[in-house]
């Protein structure tokens, strides 16, 4: 939770809700880029590296550092924990209809 | 030396270290008189381990395991208002996974799952959002739950609702922040710290300012480091450099993800959502003054203890430990994890009893994980 994953973000899904997809590690997530966004237009956001944390893209890293950080976090177990936490999340989602949840 | 084998480069390793033992020596810290660095983030703590950097330093070195792990901390009483609101009919109770085995003083969120409460796992407070929309006639709660470093998620979450207009969607607040918890330390007559390691991703969000009553205050020495291990073998170099020169600064060490402004986007939304509580109790430590938020009344709608009545203190306050338990006296360094009477017999990461076992970056899960292997390996 508090370490984070990097990501780069691949396209701008819902410049509204500030919504960009990422790729983490070769799993695609929504995620909101607010706290990255500069003066530049959302589209800029595109090919940037970020650290994502619980869904939100909390700073804009580069090439290297995203490398690096991806592989303490595998030494540590936890990439694969947040990656697998992703798609749990998805799952649930996939799987909730307001049927379903009664 | 053999665990430096690990490090991406371990000629820098051995080089950090070679510095780190001949600073160390210089300042004269033994193992009887060792030098006492807390490093504050459980991620760090769990690197610590991972790395066996504990074991490479010299003796002179002890490091403290500071109360930086965000499940750690949570109070069992709050964790029992948690379970109270998840039994509210109608509700969907959406956590984060590392929050489900924390032991309250009834049963844990996981016990409350199966006993038939609508408990979810969530990866984001994004996706209690959508589970929000998609449930009008249900009552979607988000546990709120971590540092800094999720803080301003969750205040996004709640601004994005409000620009919605949704109606079913609220936050169970229990966010906290590092730099309380460090005073509370400092002014414990029984701690005896001389350096800090900072949380890199905490400074990520707050900047580095926030910590310069750590060196202007109390004299103390603060790295703001990332989590690499050499990163951290440098930030503990930096730290040691500091003291053997008689000063006490807030240096960047993680300059490279940590502006020292930190995020303005995210200082925004949390200033805009949420205040200060007067105090807030954390496991082991007690009560610290103004060391939780809450959310502002602007946004009363979508606070979860507003709209259930169930608020801070509603289960009662400071709840005892549980018999033999010795969490706190963990989390302020005064023992180590193995010293715990619990520690491997009555509390295990499986079945924790208390909290620093149940997350990877609690010191005592950090310890069973890798320490339990290398003293078998000893042994
Ligand atoms: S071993 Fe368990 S009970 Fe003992 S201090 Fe650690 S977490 Fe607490």
Known sequence: MCLGIPGLIVEISDADRKLAVVDVSGVRREVNVAPIIEDDAMEDLVGVWTLVHVGFAMSRIDEEEAAKTLEVLRMFGEAQEEIDAMMASEAMLAGDTPEAAE | ?379
Request: charged share 25%; aromatic share 8%.
């Open chain 2, 1 to 379: 030396m053999k665990y430096a084998d690990e490090f991406r480069d371990p000629v820098a390793a051995r080089g950090l270290l070679a510095k780190i033992e001949a600073i160390t020596d210089a300042i004269g810290a033994t193992a009887d008189k060792p030098l006492h660095i807390m490093e504050i983030c459980g991620g760090h703590t769990h690197a610590i381990f991972r790395y066996g950097l504990d074991k490479l330093t010299p003796p002179g070195i002890e490091f403290i395991h500071g109360p930086g792990c965000p499940v750690c901390v949570l109070p069992m009483s709050r964790v029992d208002e948690c379970v109270q609101i998840a039994e509210q009919p109608g509700v969907i109770l959406c956590t984060f996974g590392d929050a489900m085995r924390v032991p309250g003083t009834r049963k844990s969120l996981m016990q409350a799952k199966a006993d038939g409460c609508d408990i979810r796992m969530v990866y984001s407070p994004l996706d209690a959002l959508e589970l929000a929309r998609r449930n009008p006639a249900r009552e979607v709660v988000f546990f709120g739950l971590g540092f800094e470093t999720t803080t301003p998620s969750t205040a996004f979450s709640i601004q994005q609702a409000a620009s919605e207009g949704l109606e079913n969607f609220t936050v169970f607040c229990n966010h906290i922040t590092v730099p309380p918890p460090i005073k509370a330390l400092l002014d414990d007559p029984e701690m005896r710290l001389d350096g800090f390691v900072g949380p890199g991703h905490v400074s990520m969000v707050i900047g580095v300012r926030p910590y310069d009553f750590i060196a202007r205050d109390y004299g103390k020495p603060i790295v703001v480091a990332g989590f690499e291990p050499l990163d951290l073998l440098q930030s503990v170099l930096m730290v040691l450099e500091q003291i053997r020169d008689g000063r006490a600064e807030v240096e960047n060490q993680y300059a490279r993800v940590v502006p020292d402004e930190g995020n303005p986007a995210s200082i925004a939304a949390c200033d805009d959502v949420y205040e200060k509580r007067d105090r807030f109790e954390w496991r082991g430590l007690g009560e610290i003054d103004a060391s939780g938020l809450k959310i502002r009344e602007k946004y009363a709608a979508f606070d979860a203890e507003r709209k259930f009545g169930i608020g801070y203190g509603a289960s009662g306050r400071s709840v005892e430990e549980p018999e033999g338990c010795r969490c706190g006296d963990v989390m302020t360094g005064r023992i180590k994890p193995l010293q715990c009477p619990q520690f491997g017999a009555g509390c295990t990461p499986e079945t924790p009893l208390g909290a620093l076992m149940v997350s990877s970056e609690g010191a005592c899960a950090a310890y069973y994980q890798y320490g339990g292997a290398r003293l078998e390996a000893a042994q």
